[in-house]
């Protein structure tokens, strides 16, 4: 399994930007499909975007596309996530999560990832 480390959380006012990065560790990063959920206490752990292993295909959660942005970095081993134009309503801890892959897909179930980093705190004041 890879190991992650996510960084760039902080408070924000809305209507402001923030870009997350996700570290891996390891060789083999680019055999990965990558994704960003969130979750606040006593929530669900909402799914936000997602990337395939060559970054060429993406997918986002209805309540943040058009505003957030995922990318990867593969020389990099990071996975990337552009916030802009935020709301209260995004403050969360931010988790990103890697899963092993064969092909060039995406996913968007939590339980289709087996690794996780320990996330990062966002939090957006009105």
């Known amino acids: 399994q890879v190991q992650l480390v996510e960084s760039g959380g902080e408070l924000v006012q809305a209507g402001g930007s923030l870009r997350l990065s996700c570290a891996a560790s390891g060789r083999t990063f680019s055999s990965y499909a990558m994704c960003w959920f969130r979750q606040a206490p006593g929530n669900e752990r909402e799914f936000v975007a997602t990337?395939?292993?060559?970054?060429?295909?993406?997918f986002y959660g209805e309540s943040v596309k058009g505003r957030f942005t995922i990318s990867r970095g593969n020389a990099k081993n990071t996975v990337f996530l552009q916030m802009n134009s935020l709301k209260p309503e995004d403050t969360d801890v931010y988790y990103c999560a890697a899963r092993a892959d064969s092909g060039d897909y995406y996913y968007i179930g939590k339980d289709d990832y087996n690794s996780w980093g320990q996330g990062t705190q966002v939090t957006v004041s009105s």
């Open positions: 990337i395939s292993r060559s970054g060429g295909s993406t």
